[in-house]
């Protein structure tokens, strides 16, 4: 069952970096060859890859033809989901509590978290030698607790809300100290035995916290499904799923699931879609830098960005725009903007909706309401950087950017049935080709 490998594939990945891990153990027993940044990307016609940095992953299947003739498929999407991350010295002592002092990272709706059995996921940079590596860890148990006031202390939180200040109610209740001082070496203590490394060895950390819950099937005919990081591992795992499905078939354009991290603070960092991995990806598919064989490449390529995107609430009627409702379980929404929030155009969006038809799949249309400012994703950065044309495209779902997120079952199929259709389209390349794209 699709949605139960969804599940595990989200429960397997609770930060960016083991994002990069889980696909990387998924496709190399598939024939995928992992490429260091140190050496040359040569790619070959029919080969298949992982460009990895850091928190994002390139997984390449190459095209029997060269790019400049036949492009590529890309289908970008996000390995990172709002929440906090632990600072550098994170141990704060508080009348007898220790507590571990937390950044927000994104835009995550913060009451959520609250009254949840969290933990900590990550990596640790420590010194072998003269070197200095990264070991991954994570902590399986419920740790941290960002404990709620009882309603007897906040009365008018039914009414107005749950709020927290940043500075001063958000850091985690960790233990109780057993003495009367506080020594941030004791956590790196206590974080070099669950990585397995000595306390010296340590010199510094990135920890995401996460929900320890698992994810779960749920609805009175368990058409809905709920988990933290739905968005937006649901759309790298149909990615990945339309990637494997046709990984063994050949085909003239190469095809290309890219997952970026860091879209949900702006993805101006160096593996960001606004940095230069999706850059440095492209020009080793290429294979040249001759910006007229570059040019023509990309003219014939196209970009899926891969987002969730907002399920109609029926509880909140006035937050939406009521001639573009976006329904559970009725297909891939394609999302659209004038003001370009969102990258797609009309024929993008024509393209999309072929696509959706070829596999058989209902497709919708989202608008934002014109009173409340809109988001946006990884596909104006990409389409601007690039100028490949993108389509944004993404599943529905309740409560994004909450601990705890909710979709429908069958809207995970459709969009891996989808994205699959996309990539065993011959036709697409020959519309391109004779200039029918444009």
Not at 51 to 75: H, M, N, W, Y
Not at 297 to 317: E, K, T, V
Request: net charge negative; charged share 20%; with cysteine.
């Amino acid at each position: 069952m699709n949605i139960t490998d969804l599940l595990a594939f989200i429960d397997a990945s609770p930060s960016p970096w083991h994002v990069v891990a889980t696909v990387t153990e998924r496709l190399k027993p598939l024939g995928f060859k992992v490429l260091t940044e140190t050496s040359p990307w040569t790619l070959k016609p029919g080969g298949k890859y992982l460009l990895c940095r850091d928190g994002s992953v390139a997984a390449i299947i190459v095209g029997t033809e060269p790019f400049q003739q036949s492009g590529a498929k890309l289908i970008g999407a996000h390995t990172d989901s709002p929440g906090f991350r632990i600072k550098p010295k994170p141990l704060s002592l508080q009348d007898g509590y220790l507590r571990l002092a937390v950044e927000v990272y994104g835009g995550p709706t913060l009451a959520t978290f609250a009254d949840r059995d969290l933990s900590l996921a990550g990596r640790v940079s420590y010194q072998q030698g003269s070197t200095i590596k990264n070991r991954m860890v994570r902590i399986d148990q419920p740790l941290l607790r960002l404990a709620n006031l009882p309603i007897h202390l906040n009365r008018g939180v039914n009414s107005e809300g749950l709020k927290f200040d940043l500075q001063n109610e958000l850091p985690l209740l960790f233990a109780n100290s057993g003495e009367g001082v506080l020594e941030n070496n004791r956590f790196i203590g206590w974080l070099a035995e669950q990585a397995g490394l000595d306390d010296e060895s340590i010199k510094a950390f990135e920890l995401a916290v996460y929900d320890t819950q698992k994810g779960a099937v749920w609805g009175m005919n368990n058409e809905f499904y709920s988990n933290s990081q739905i968005d937006n591992l649901a759309c790298c795992h149909a990615a990945l799923m339309a990637l494997t499905e046709t990984c063994d078939e050949a085909f003239q354009q190469t095809r290309v699931s890219i997952l970026f991290d860091h879209e949900e603070i702006g993805s101006q960092t160096a593996e960001g879609a606004d940095g230069r991995f999706f850059t440095d990806v492209m020009h080793a598919i290429a294979g040249d830098h001759i910006p007229e064989n570059v040019r023509q490449g990309m003219a014939r390529s196209f970009l899926i960005s891969a987002d969730m995107a907002h399920a109609y609430q029926p509880n909140f009627p006035s937050y939406y725009e009521l001639d573009h409702k976006v329904i559970v379980n009725q297909g891939p929404v394609i999302k659209s903007h004038a003001k370009r929030r969102y990258a797609t155009d009309s024929l993008a969006s024509a393209w999309f909706s072929h696509w959706c038809e070829q596999a058989g799949v209902p497709v919708q249309q989202y608008s934002h309401r014109g009173d409340i400012p809109c988001g946006s994703t990884i596909g104006p950065i990409s389409a601007a950087k690039l100028g490949i044309r993108t389509v944004d495209v993404g599943s529905p779902m309740w409560a994004m950017h909450s601990a705890r997120e909710s979709a429908g079952v069958l809207d995970h199929d459709y969009l891996t049935k989808a994205f699959t259709a996309f990539y065993r389209d011959n036709d697409f390349l020959t519309a391109l080709s004779a200039g029918n794209g444009s």
